[in-house]
T-cell receptor, first 109, second 114 residues
Framework: RKEVEQDPGPFNVPEGATVAFNCTYS??????FFWYRQDCRKEPKLLMS???SGNEDGRFTAQLNRASQYISLLIRDSKLSDSATYLC??????????FGPGTRLSVLP | GAGVSQSPSNKVTEKGKDVELRCDPI?????LYWYRQRLGQGLEFLIY????????KSGLPSDRFSAERTGESVSTLTIQRTQQEDSAVYLC????????????FGPGTRLTVT
């Protein structure tokens, strides 16, 4: 079993749709959780850290369920510019970062 | 402020040659990471530095790969006797404890071994 698994995708959604990404991790010692986005042929960029209480940044909401070892990302009112691959990342003690394989999103006009 | 920079941005080399890739992290970031990303694949962890020491080298794929960091700043990743399977984008990231270890990536070095 991979340490971090994500929805295989791709997701093709119309502009304005709400889209949810799911991620599970296998190491219960994981302490830090992040969502990154990666545009084609570009480096990953931090989208948001994920906190135990859940957190929101504009149209983006992240949730963490430690008991289920599950992380989610919700994008509301999706824009064309949201098209990218979304990477779930878990880490321990500021190291041992493990990136999930990513889920590709295409937002269609 | 300045982000993570990497050089060269592109490198084409012949099989069997050695290459050196450079990473300049964000000033003040104590942690530095190297990853490899093959075309269409996910990120593969290579090595992690805390300061100038490397507590985790577990991702280095073979003894042809080595890395060092000096002055708690610049890092170089060296690949000796390059092979075609080394062709990939090599990404560097830095982070600090003060920002909960959020990683910030450089633009990468695209290595092509012919």
């Amino acid at each position: 079993r991979k340490e971090v698994e994500q929805d295989p995708g791709p997701f093709n959604v119309p502009e304005g749709a709400t889209v949810a990404f799911n991620c599970t991790y296998s190491n219960s010692a994981s302490q830090s959780f992040f969502w990154y986005r990666q545009d084609c042929r570009k480096e990953p960029k931090l989208l948001m850290s994920v906190y135990s209480s859940g957190n929101e940044d504009g149209r983006f909401t992240a949730q963490l369920n430690r008991a289920s070892q599950y992380i989610s990302l919700l994008i509301r009112d999706s824009k064309l510019s949201d098209s990218a691959t979304y990477l779930c990342v878990v880490a321990r003690y500021g190291q041992n970062f493990v990136f999930g394989p990513g889920t590709r999103l295409s937002v269609l006009p | 402020g300045a982000g993570v920079s990497q050089s060269p941005s592109n490198k084409v080399t012949e099989k069997g040659k050695d290459v050196e890739l450079r990473c300049d992290p964000i000033s003040g970031h104590t942690a530095l990471y190297w990853y490899r990303q093959r075309l269409g694949q996910g990120l593969e962890f290579l090595i992690y530095f805390q300061g100038n020491s490397a507590p985790d080298k577990s991702g280095l794929p073979s003894d042809r790969f080595s890395a060092e960091r000096t002055g708690e700043s610049v890092s170089t990743l060296t690949i000796q006797r390059t092979q075609q399977e080394d062709s990939a984008v090599y990404l560097c990231a830095s982070s600090s404890q003060g920002t909960a270890y959020e990683q910030y990536f450089g633009p990468g070095t695209r290595l092509t071994v012919t």
